[in-house]
């Protein structure tokens, strides 16, 4: 077997191998209470905050996505105690490794009656930080004054030049509640990345040692 078919046949393999998505995160919001445990973090930034910032969904509004009925999680125009003050709501992902193959997926959807919710997806590469001025990358938004149903929406993390960790962030955004924000859901957020498992760099070093030491015994 020459070197050139050898190496073809390993990045078959590899490619075999290592193009499935590897799964960084995958939440469904059965019980939101066990959220901070598993590293998910939650900020309210906004005018007079008020109460707890994100919650378990309620079913009476509307029903979640998959699963139990309440299984996603919430926030609504409460997040504010002013009559006329503005919302800003972060809901923070555990620290991740990221990468520019990075993925991430999940579904939104709001109460409406009339009043806009809105909501940003933003990134940060500073590790474990939690400071909401490092969610400086603004990777899409969703806005809607009716409820149009769960909707799918999915980013890719082509900002990330370079391998690191950081966080994602939800954050739900109203510029006055006394015209504006009622109530919104997100559920079944995933995260993935496409990098090689390193049992694939492990599989293509091995043979190219197979590969030295035959050649050395018929040399």
């Known amino acids: 077997m020459t070197i050139k078919q050898l190496m073809s046949g390993l990045a078959l393999v590899a490619a075999a191998s290592g193009a499935h998505a590897?799964?960084?995160?995958s939440e469904g919001f059965d019980n939101v209470a066990t959220l901070g445990a598993s590293g998910w973090v939650q900020v309210n930034n906004s005018t007079a905050p008020l109460g707890s910032s994100?919650?378990?969904g309620n079913s009476g509004i509307f029903a979640a996505?998959?699963?139990?009925?309440n299984s996603y999680i919430a926030a609504n125009f409460l997040?504010?105690?002013s009559a006329t003050g503005a919302v800003s709501n972060w809901l923070m992902t555990p620290e991740l490794s990221l990468d520019s193959t990075g993925e991430l997926s999940f579904l939104v959807r709001t109460a409406g009656d009339g009043f806009l919710d809105m909501i940003e997806v933003r990134l940060s590469t500073s590790g474990a930080s939690a400071n909401v001025a490092d969610f400086?990358?603004?990777?899409?938004?969703?806005?809607?004054?009716?409820d149009t149903g769960w909707v799918g929406l999915s980013y890719t993390?082509?900002?990330v030049d370079t391998p690191t960790t950081g966080r994602l962030a939800?954050?739900?955004?109203?510029d006055n509640v006394s015209t504006a924000g009622n109530y919104l859901g997100i559920?079944?957020?995933?995260v993935t990345s496409a990098i090689p498992e390193p049992t694939t760099y492990l599989l293509m070093g091995l043979g190219v040692a197979g590969l030295m030491l035959r050649r050395r015994f018929t040399a």
């Open 170 to 174: 939800f954050r739900y955004l109203v």
């Open 187 to 190: 559920d079944d957020v995933v």
């Open 79 to 81: 997040s504010t105690g």
């Open 136 to 146: 400086s990358t603004l990777l899409g938004s969703f806005q809607a004054s009716s």
């Open 54 to 56: 994100w919650f378990q």
């Open 65 to 69: 996505a998959s699963g139990a009925p």
């Open 22 to 25: 590897n799964t960084l995160l």
């Open 157 to 159: 993390l082509y900002g």
